[in-house]
């Protein structure tokens, strides 16, 4: 299952999938885990998907560039 971390709140972060939220302990995360990033679970515990994290900050980073470019008068 793969999850979105979604915002940190003191201790925990807020993991989004499949639109729901789940906290969980920020500690149990990796150290360099951010807002946006991408998770999935393993025996040996979370991982970030680096591709998958990046691709998706590119595409809406375009989708917000494009928007920004349409609302130019």
Same mark, same amino acid.
Do not use: C
């Given at each position: 299952?793969?999850?979105?971390? !979604?915002?940190f709140?003191? !201790?925990?972060?807020? *993991?989004?999938? !499949?639109?729901?939220?789940? /906290?969980?302990?920020?500690?149990? &995360? =990796? =150290?360099?885990?951010?807002e946006? /990033? &991408? *998770?999935? #679970?393993? /025996?040996?515990? #979370?991982?970030?998907?680096?591709? /998958?994290?990046d691709? %998706? %900050?590119?595409? &809406?980073?375009?989708?917000? %560039? %494009? *928007? *920004? ?5």
């Amino acid at each position: 299952m793969i999850y979105t971390i !979604d915002r940190f709140e003191g !201790d925990f972060a807020v *993991l989004e999938h !499949d639109g729901g939220f789940t /906290d969980f302990l920020r500690d149990k &995360l =990796p =150290p360099d885990a951010h807002e946006g /990033d &991408l *998770l999935e #679970w393993h /025996d040996d515990g #979370w991982h970030i998907l680096r591709e /998958d994290t990046d691709s %998706r %900050r590119q595409a &809406l980073a375009e989708r917000r %560039r %494009r *928007l *920004l470019e349409g609302n130019q008068s």
